[in-house]
Nanobody, 119 residues
Framework: QVQLVESGGGLVQAGGSLRVSCVASGSIFSANVMGWYRQAPGNKRELVAAITSGGSANYADSVKGRFTISRDNAKNTLYLQMSSLKPEDTGVYYC?????????????WGQGTQVTVSS
């Protein structure tokens, strides 16, 4: 089992910056993918950015050039540095860890942290 705990959300003005973090604990395999998803009221949960244990990252088009995902494997910690924030970035940000065991995929989720960007 894996536990994910996010922190760092809050209220920020448009154009500002914020960093959210996610600490993972439990049965974490060396090969995995961690990512940040967000969900705004009335919307589906969407992928914001993901990064492999080797450091390869992907971003949603809407955040490219503004957000940076990173991880510290020694600390089992995932980060999302958000800059030039827009009101449409508002939502609950969830940390995700995806790994496989005996070809079975497993997905784990944190409880989410609220990010609110005021105009």
């Amino acid at each position: 089992q894996v536990q994910l705990v996010e922190s760092g959300g809050g209220l920020v003005q448009a154009g500002g910056s914020l960093r959210v973090s996610c600490v993972a604990s439990g049965s974490i395999f060396s090969a995995n993918v961690m990512g940040w998803y967000r969900q705004a009221p009335g919307n589906k949960r969407e992928l914001v950015a993901a990064i492999t244990s080797g450091g390869s990252a992907n971003y949603a088009d809407s955040v490219k050039g503004r957000f940076t995902i990173s991880r510290d494997n020694a600390k089992n910690t995932l980060y999302l540095q958000m800059s030039s924030l827009k009101p449409e970035d508002t939502g609950v940000y969830y940390c995700n860890l995806h790994q496989s065991s005996w070809l079975r995929p497993y997905d784990y989720w944190g409880q989410g942290t609220q990010v609110t960007v005021s105009s």
